[in-house]
Structures are given as structure tokens and as C-alpha cells.
């Protein structure tokens, strides 16, 4: 039921595109991550599961770079990347979304999606004013993939509309939109899915998955086991900032460390 | 300028004082800052209508009272401060229900602006009621205690002491409160996680009722003392607080007890600077020594911004 | 003629709201015009509030950089206006502690280094942190900057402050007045011109998305670090220059404007102008100013004084509480932006293809566009 993760998988079995060494991450007395070692290999979909408070939040804003760990080490296509800032990390090609998507105020779905790619020469000021014809040249481009992008997903007709007039799900592919703009060499969606209805669940299943199969990596945190489950090989397990177990569908549904894991997290 | 030497130590009693009235305004910003999560524009001038509060009070406490008095002051102070709390507190309370609660989507930045128009309300009703001229509360003159300026050389007031005393009476008050009742508990819960405590049941709307009124009354016991020790003017509040700032800056946003720290530091720095700048340790003199404490919360903010007590990072 | 009034309608009148507030805005400029024509207001006391407007519309446009495009909230508006003063006081007046008289151009020039010195320098302890660190340091700063002046006498005299400030291009045939004005128009334009071109474009949109929503820009690779010092600078250095051309038109300076109140002026202007929207700047410095000199008028009026009011604490009074009630009532301001921060020469080719500007819509197109104005 998975073939085309595999299909994705078999491209370039032993290439890693993310990998993580030993990181820890404590708030306080509370260890949050506690010496998390995962790899991702290159045109994979990985899933990211585990109970409530397992660790999996912290763990995309260590590898983002949005927290600092306080020991390990994370590398992009084997480059280290551990002290480097998100934006940075994001350069290299590691970019993530969230869980939470806030709305851009006052900007337009078009404009939303421009911000995307980058570096942009439109960026520089110096540019605006000594080489306008180029800004002017990248800005149509820009303008081009986001109309085609947006067709693709099925939301051309909302390129018009303020970003905050959409729905949860909606934002959802805007954002999922948007970050394939950066070029990324692997995605991190946090819960791409959370507070969709599920015909736009699926359409956003169905956008993963041709994604991948032109060949972009996934990691993807989702609670929605259906979901996940059918979307995702191989899936990892957190529970208590620690990796529980890393293996197929199957192997996860069928674990009972992972079944009491979720049964044990649910009690007090 | 000053032909005698002064003590060393006598700096160090000024900062004393000036530390404790640091203290209690800062425990006030830094409780606002971690539950309602904004920094707090209005809090000096919160401070100013404490005094001035007070200083109304003084209007009819002292004919009823007269000139009885305990450790040295007269009792209509005590009472008048304790009036100027309960005041400040009161009017925290009505600033949180009429103007910030109902700010448009209560960000932190919207808050921290509508502060701003706050703070210059209070200052001109302050204006509008109490005139633009310093005052005083009109305690009688004291001279420093003998036995002190004999032992140690320095000139401490009666009035130091009983600022001080009742500081440290707050400062344990508030400190027992925190931990030892059910109501304290849940203010640090949500202090430290205002999302947590919420989903755990806290009612964060007692929260932050108790938040207002505590500061609100130190804010206002802050502002009393000020003017006791110095003047009771307009910009009393607004002139100090940079200082206030800079003290929670360094005890981390957040903590409590961090402000306590950072107000007994900045405020023993205010009044030392002089000392430093006869020893040659700081290159300006008393006229900077707001900007000292404005440069030492800059080099915290590079160096270590979550503060001495916040978490590393 | 038609050109221009296509032109305002499309770069200026937006909708019916708006054109409500530009008709008033014309009902009184008409009615200037008028007084001076029969002799009511005298047109040199005209042109003089003419550059006074412009004067805060520079600021209010170099705030709006900050915290309409940046989310930047710098409280230290005074301080970057008063280094400015000081920089032309200091170096052009011949009479200055420093006594070099130089020509007003550097003093522009000093003017415009200093300030984005000051501002690097604020700016890296600050802009890596929340928002409200800057807030805090820059009000810092301005008290900083304030007791120096007041101070360091041998430099800055202090607060007797600095007199004998040359006229700027006193050979212009024209009244001191009139040329001041002019000047300020000048600067204006200039001003506007630079930022409408580095707004609507991809770095604008930047900013924009920094002030929604720092971590998404970051996610996206951008650095934000960078974005926000160059907002902060510009604008900064955009208020110094404001406070160069005020040396110049006042000919005087002393440390009494350097008060924090002059800041909260710029933040009604900006807010109640329309964050983020450089017209809105520009009309929001004009109703500030209506509001600082009509209080003051009330002043001489002779049954007021007999009231024997102060009306400092009552103009205390109504900026505070205005500053209470846009943020409650009105967050957008009067003209909150429309425009789509979109590099303009490659949107209007691509127009045909359905990515149409969010003017060239028909008005149901234009509201839904807009965000919400009401």
C-alpha cells in the first residue's frame, strides 16, 4: 500500500539528507530531547509520530534551528549545520513549516507566496535602485511559478485573495506552496494536516505524494494516524524525548512498545 | 565641590534605599511582564499615582490623626501609604478592565502601545488634579540617627530605616504569598506558562486580578517611598522607569525573583556610580547615572538576555 | 489634467472612505488659501506650518519604516530627530561651542552618519530580541542622548542651547519662508520616492512578512537580523534629517524638544495616519500638527486664560488618550495600506494573465484586496 514511498525511496537508497546525532535539549529540569539520533534518507517520506509531550515539537525546532540544543549535532546533505541560525539552515536547503501558520497581515495570497523564494535580488536595496530591469526580470518569474503552483494545487483562484480571508486548510497548501519555492532538499511539515477537513486532507496527501515522486523528502510530524500511516515509510516513534523505534507502517502498528507508549501517555 | 570626604559606606546606605524602592517597582513590571506578557509603559507613572494618592490622603489623615507617631514618623504616613497601595491597586485594576483588556487582539505590542497612551493619562490626571509642582508629604524634618553616625561614620534618617524595613515586610509578604498559598502557586504556574496553566485548569482571570492588585500596591509603595525620600513630583514615576526596566532586563523577564536581584543591583549601582567615578572605576559622574543603568542593560542584552536568573540561552 | 487625476485616484483616493478624508483634507487646505488671501492668516505664518508638517511628515515617514514596515518599535524618535539638529546646529552655526560654520550641506551629511552609527548600534544589542527590548533600550537611548546634551555643555551648550543657525539657500529669489517650505517638499518627494521604491518590493515584503511573523521569514531563509537593522537605520537616519532641516527652518535648537512627548506625537501620526502606509504618514504628521498648534491657539485665546487652565496637561491628556483609543478602536489608522507589495514593473505586464494589481480591479476586487478597512 506504500509503493510509492518506495518507489521515492529506491531512487538513492544510502543517501542521507538529514541526520541527527545525539541531540539533547532540556527546559529547566525537563528533558525535551534526550539524545535523539534519526537519519532521513534522500526521496523519502518520513513520518514523525509519538504521543502528546514526546519530544516531536522540540525536536523540528532543534534540527530547524530555531532552538539550541545543548549537545549533538545535526547535518544537511552531511554538512554540519549545528550552529548555524534557521535562516541559514534554511539556506542549505533544510526548510520547515508550522504547526500554527499565522496569517500575514494585509498581504495578498500572491504576495504571501513571493516571499518564498530567496535569496532574491529584489531583496537588496542596492539592487531596487541599480538594477531594477533584473529585479523587475526575477520578480515576473517569481510571479509565473507562483500562478503555475498554485493551479497546481488547486487553489489558482484564491491568488487575489488577503491570506487572511482563508480557511485552516486552505493556509495549509499555501504554506505547503510556498515552501517548495525555497527549493528545499527536504521538507519539515509540523502537522500539515491538524484542523482540516478531510476532502482537503487528502488533496494535501495527494499533493505530498507527487511531490515526492519528482523526488522531494519529507519529514512530517502528524497526529492523524490514518493519515500518516498511509502516507509515510519509514515512520519514527518518540515517546519521552527518546526514539522509541524506527520502521515501516506495519512494524509501527504492530509494536507493542509503541501501543503501550500511546496507551501509557494518554494515562496520568 | 563637597569639601569632606564622604564614606564609602554612606553610598552604600543610599544604595540601600534606593535599591528597595527599585525592588518594589520592579517585582510589579516583571509580574506584569510574565502573565500579562507586555512590558508595561505605565508602571512608573502607576507609581506617580500611588504617591500622589497618597499625598491626597495626607489631606485629611493628618488633622484626624495628628502628630502621634511609631519608629520615628508620624502614624498618618503609615496609613497614607497604605491608602496610595490600595489606590494603585484599585486603579490598575479599572486600567486592565477599561482599556486593556478590550485592546483588539491583546498582542503584546498592541498592549505595550495602548501602555504608552496609559502612562500619559495618568501623568496629566495627575497634572490636572495635583498641579505641576513637586511636593512633599510634609514629615517632619529628622537628622540621621546619632548612634549610627557615630559608629559608621554615615547619615542614616529614621526614614531610610523605615523604608527599608517595610520593604524587606512587602518583600516577604509577597514572597510568602507566592509560596505558600494555592493563589501564589497558580501566579507562578502562570508566569512561567500562561498556555499550561490555562489548559491545567487555572483560572488565569483570578491570576491576573491578584497580578494588578499586588502590583499595582507595590508599584504605589515604590512611588511612596521615592517621594518620602526625595520629592513627590509628576515625573517622579516616568523618570525612573528606564532604571525599573533595566532591573528586570537583568534579573530576566519573568522572574520575580530575578527583579529582586536586578532592582537591588541597578539600584546599588545608581548610587554608587559617584563612588566608582571618584575611584576612577566609571568615567562619568552622578549626572549619567540613569545612563549607567541604561548601559549595563545593554551589555546584558548582548551578553546574557535572558538575565542573570533566566534560563541560559 | 486628466493624467493627474487618474493619477490621484489610483495612487492616492482608494475608495469611498478615503475620498471622505481627502475631501476634508482639500475643504481645508481651501480654506488656508482663502485666509491667506483675505488677510486672516498671514502667509509667512503659513509657510511656517507648512515646513512644520513636513518637518513631522519626515519623521512620521521614517517611523513608518520602523514599525509600519518592520514592526520596530523605537521610542527614541526624539533623539534621532535631535541628533539631526544637533549635527546642523553644531557644525554650521558660527556661534556653536564648536564654531565652524560650515555649509549646511555637512551638516546633512553629519546628520545622516551619525544616526545610522547611533542606530547600528542600538540595533545589535536590540534586534535579535523580541520586540519589546528595543522599545525599552530605545527609550533608553533617548534619555541618553538627552542628559549628554544637556550635560556636556563645552560641546552641545547645553540648555541655553544653539542661535545664529544659517538659512538654508538664502540666494534662492524667494522669502526665507517660502524657501524653507520649498525645501521641505523637496525632501518630501525625495523621501517618498525612495520609499515607495523599496516598499513594493520583494525587500518591503520582507519586512512585511517579518512584522506578521518573524519565524516564518526565518523558515523561509531570510535574515530577518539584517531586514530589520536596514529598516531601523533607514528610518532613523530619514528622522535625522528631519531634525537637520528643523536646525535650519527654526534656526534655533535647545534640548527642550528632545522630550519623549515628541516621540508619542510621531506614533499618533503614524498610527492614526495608517501603519505601514507612507500616505497615511504623510496626512496623519498633518492632523498632528493641526491638533499641537490648535491647543496651543486655544492658549491665547483670552477667555480660556481666564479660566485659568494649564493646557499642557490637557494636551497630555488627549494624546494619551488617543494613542488608548486607536489602538482600540481604529488599529488601521485613517489610511491603512492597500498596496500589494509587488515590484510594480513586473506586475503590470503580468496583469493580463490574471495576476492583476489590486488597483486595476473592479471596486468588489479592490475591497476584497484591500483587507479589512472597515
Redesign the interface.
Request: proline letters at 4%; a positive charge.
Given at each position: 500500500m506504500n509503493d510509492d514511498a518506495y518507489e521515492g525511496a529506491r531512487l538513492d537508497k544510502n543517501d542521507v539528507v538529514l541526520k541527527t546525532t545525539d541531540l539533547e535539549k532540556a527546559f529547566g529540569g525537563l528533558v525535551a530531547t534526550d539524545g535523539v539520533s534519526i537519519e532521513v534518507d534522500r526521496g523519502t517520506i518520513t513520518g514523525m509520530i509519538g504521543p502528546n509531550g514526546a519530544g516531536k515539537s522540540t525536536l523540528f525546532n532543534l534540527i530547524s534551528g530555531f532552538y539550541e540544543n545543548d549537545a549533538g549535532h545535526v547535518t544537511v546533505n552531511g554538512e554540519e549545520v549545528t550552529d548555524l541560525e534557521p535562516h541559514e539552515r534554511a539556506r542549505k536547503g533544510l526548510v520547515r513549516t508550522f504547526q500554527t501558520p499565522r496569517r500575514l497581515e494585509g498581504m495578498s495570497v500572491r504576495e504571501a507566496m513571493l516571499v518564498g523564494p530567496g535569496p532574491q535580488k529584489g531583496e537588496s536595496i542596492f539592487s531596487l535602485f541599480f538594477s531594477g530591469s533584473d529585479v523587475t526580470e526575477e520578480e515576473r518569474a517569481n510571479i509565473e511559478q507562483t500562478r503555475e503552483l498554485l493551479e497546481r494545487f488547486e487553489i489558482g483562484h484564491l491568488i487575489d485573495q488577503p491570506s487572511t480571508d482563508l480557511s485552516g486548510g486552505q493556509m495549509k497548501l499555501v504554506e505547503l506552496a510556498r515552501a517548495f519555492t525555497t527549493d528545499p532538499d527536504i521538507l519539515l511539515l509540523d502537522e500539515p494536516v491538524a484542523g482540516v477537513n478531510p476532502t482537503l486532507a487528502n488533496d494535501i496527501k495527494r499533493f505530498i505524494r507527487e511531490l515526492n515522486e519528482e523526488g522531494q523528502t519529507f519529514l512530517i510530524i502528524e497526529h492523524d494516524m490514518p493519515f500518516i500511516m498511509d502516507l509515510a515509510d519509514p515512520i519514527i516513534v518518540l515517546d519521552q524525548g527518546k526514539v522509541l523505534m524506527e520502521g515501516s507502517p506495519d512494524e509501527v502498528r504492530s509494536d507493542d512498545r509503541v501501543i503501550e507508549a500511546y496507551l501509557g501517555g494518554a494515562g496520568p | 565641590m563637597i569639601p569632606l570626604q564622604i564614606s564609602p559606606f554612606q553610598y552604600v546606605a543610599n544604595g540601600v534605599v534606593f535599591s528597595s524602592i527599585i525592588v518594589l517597582a520592579a517585582i510589579g513590571l516583571s509580574l506584569v511582564y510574565s502573565i500579562a506578557d507586555?512590558?508595561n509603559?505605565a508602571h512608573g507613572d502607576l507609581m506617580t499615582v500611588g504617591a500622589f494618592s497618597a499625598l491626597f490622603s495626607v489631606g485629611f489623615l493628618r488633622p484626624m490623626l495628628g502628630d502621634a507617631g511609631v519608629f520615628g514618623l508620624p502614624l498618618w504616613f503609615f496609613l497614607a501609604l497604605a491608602f496610595g497601595m490600595g489606590a494603585a491597586a484599585v486603579i490598575s485594576v479599572i486600567t486592565d478592565r477599561v482599556?486593556y483588556q478590550?485592546?483588539?487582539?491583546s498582542d503584546?505590542?498592541?498592549l505595550?502601545?495602548?501602555s504608552?497612551?496609559?502612562?500619559?493619562?495618568?501623568?496629566?490626571?495627575v497634572?490636572?488634579s495635583f498641579g505641576?509642582e513637586a511636593e512633599r508629604y510634609g514629615v517632619p524634618r529628622q537628622g540621621p540617627i546619632p548612634w549610627v553616625r557615630e559608629t559608621l561614620g554615615i547619615a542614616v534618617t529614621p526614614r531610610n530605616l523605615v523604608v527599608v524595613t517595610l520593604t524587606i515586610v512587602l518583600v516577604t509578604a509577597l514572597h510568602l504569598t507566592l509560596t505558600r498559598t494555592t493563589l501564589g502557586r497558580k501566579m507562578r504556574a502562570t508566569a512561567d506558562n500562561a498556555d499550561l496553566a490555562r489548559v491545567s485548569g487555572i483560572r488565569t482571570s483570578e491570576v491576573i486580578l491578584a497580578m494588578w492588585l499586588i502590583g499595582g500596591a507595590l508599584a504605589a509603595a515604590g512611588g511612596v517611598f521615592l517621594g518620602l525620600e526625595e520629592l513627590v513630583r509628576p515625573r517622579m514615576g516616568?523618570d525612573i522607569?528606564?532604571i525599573v526596566?533595566?532591573a528586570v532586563?537583568l534579573g530576566g523577564i519573568g522572574s520575580v525573583y530575578g527583579a529582586m536581584l536586578g532592582g537591588f543591583v541597578i539600584g546599588m549601582v545608581h548610587e554608587l556610580v559617584p563612588l566608582f567615578y571618584q575611584w576612577g572605576i566609571s568615567p562619568v559622574g552622578s549626572?549619567?547615572a540613569?545612563?549607567v543603568?541604561?548601559v549595563i542593560?545593554?551589555a546584558i542584552?548582548?551578553v546574557r538576555?535572558s538575565g542573570i536568573a533566566g534560563?541560559s540561552? | 489634467m486628466s493624467a493627474v487625476s487618474s493619477w490621484v485616484s489610483e495612487t492616492l483616493v482608494r475608495d469611498a472612505t478615503e475620498r471622505r478624508i481627502f475631501a476634508v483634507l482639500g475643504l481645508i487646505t481651501v480654506l488656508l488659501v482663502v485666509g491667506v488671501l483675505t488677510g486672516v492668516i498671514g502667509p509667512r505664518f503659513l509657510l511656517f506650518q507648512i515646513a512644520l508638517v513636513g518637518m513631522y511628515a519626515l519623521l512620521s515617514l521614517g517611523l513608518n519604516v520602523q514599525w509600519g514596515y518592520a514592526g520596530l518599535i523605537n521610542f527614541s524618535v526624539a533623539a534621532f530627530w535631535g541628533i539631526g539638529a544637533y549635527c546642523a546646529a553644531l557644525l554650521t552655526a558660527p556661534n556653536s561651542p564648536l564654531g565652524l560654520g560650515l555649509h549646511p550641506v555637512f551638516g546633512f551629511l553629519a546628520a545622516i552618519v551619525v544616526s545610522a552609527f547611533i542606530a547600528v548600534l542600538i540595533g545589535i544589542p536590540t534586534l535579535r530580541l523580541r520586540e519589546d527590548y528595543l522599545a525599552i533600550a530605545s527609550l533608553g537611548l533617548a534619555e541618553v542622548i538627552r542628559a549628554i546634551i544637556l550635560n556636556e555643555r563645552r560641546w552641545t551648550a547645553g540648555s541655553s542651547g544653539i542661535s545664529g543657525i544659517p538659512n538654508l539657500m538664502s540666494w534662492l529669489p524667494l522669502t526665507d519662508a517660502a524657501t524653507t517650505a520649498a525645501i521641505v517638499v523637496f525632501l518630501i518627494a525625495v523621501v517618498y520616492l525612495f520609499l515607495r521604491r523599496v516598499h513594493r518590493s520583494p525587500w518591503g515584503r520582507v519586512l512585511r512578512t517579518i512584522r506578521s511573523d518573524e519565524d516564518l521569514a526565518k523558515a523561509l531563509g531570510k535574515n530577518t537580523y539584517l531586514f530589520k537593522m536596514q529598516a531601523f537605520v533607514i528610518g532613523s537616519v530619514i528622522m535625522a534629517i528631519a531634525g537637520a532641516f528643523y536646525a535650519h527652518l527654526n534656526l534655533y535648537i535647545d534640548p527642550s524638544d528632545l522630550v519623549p512627548l515628541t516621540t508619542f506625537y510621531i506614533w499618533i501620526a503614524v498610527i492614526l495616519g495608517g501603519t505601514g502606509s507612507n500616505r497615511g504618514a504623510v496626512v496623519g504628521a498633518a492632523v498632528v500638527i493641526a491638533i499641537r498648534e490648535g491647543t496651543r491657539f486655544l492658549n491665547d485665546i483670552g477667555f480660556i486664560q481666564t479660566l485659568g487652565i494649564d493646557l499642557a496637561p490637557l494636551r497630555l491628556l488627549f494624546v494619551g488618550g488617543l494613542i488608548i483609543l486607536i489602538m482600540r478602536f481604529r488599529q488601521d489608522g485613517l489610511l491603512p495600506p492597500k498596496d500589494e507589495l509587488i515590484w510594480p514593473a513586473a506586475r503590470d505586464e503580468s496583469s493580463t494573465g490574471g495576476a492583476s494589481p489590486s488597483g486595476a480591479v473592479p471596486d468588489g476586487g479592490t475591497s476584497s484586496n484591500g483587507g479589512d478597512d472597515r
Open positions: - | 507586555f512590558a509603559f482599556i478590550p485592546v483588539k487582539g503584546s505590542i498592541g505595550l502601545i495602548s504608552i497612551g496609559v502612562a500619559l493619562v495618568y501623568r496629566a490626571l497634572f490636572l505641576t516616568f522607569l528606564l526596566f533595566a532586563i549626572r549619567y540613569a545612563a543603568a541604561f542593560m545593554v542584552l548582548l538576555p534560563d540561552g | -
